[in-house]
């Protein structure tokens, strides 16, 4: 019988495990930051009569059961959604899809800014 010990492995599991949380809250401040830039972007194009739409924004990071670290970005104001997706109806100041439009346009700054912060770890 042959009998190997490897000295160590308790500490290389505690360093891969401490790698592993400051990658991760390098990922969670990477979403923050990616989020906040969607929400205050979103804002300015955010229709406008009392501000209570505008001022309703929320940027939150959570945990998703399928896709693990995540942020929220969205309107708690009870009539968003309605405001968002009637893209028929006239804004005088701002438009609808206020929340999608810079969604879209932003992608690919936000995943740089997650991305960046990954990186600095």
């Known amino acids: 019988m042959i009998v190997v010990a490897v000295r160590g492995v308790a500490k ?3 360093a891969l495990k401490n790698q592993q949380k400051k990658k991760s809250a390098a990922t969670r401040r990477g979403l923050k930051k990616a989020g ?4 205050r972007e979103s804002q300015t194009l955010c229709p406008v009569l009392t501000g209570n739409l505008r001022n309703s924004a929320f940027t939150r990071v959570g945990k998703s059961l399928t896709h693990g670290d995540i942020v929220f970005v969205g309107y708690t104001a009870e009539y968003a959604i309605f405001v968002h997706e009637n893209t028929g109806a006239y804004h005088h100041v701002g438009q609808a899809k206020f929340l999608e439009a810079p969604a879209r346009r932003l992608e690919p ?3 740089r800014i997650i991305a960046e912060e990954v990186k600095k770890g």
């Open 36 to 39: 906040l830039l969607l929400q």
């Open 109 to 111: 700054e936000m995943r």
């Open 12 to 14: 290389a599991l505690a």
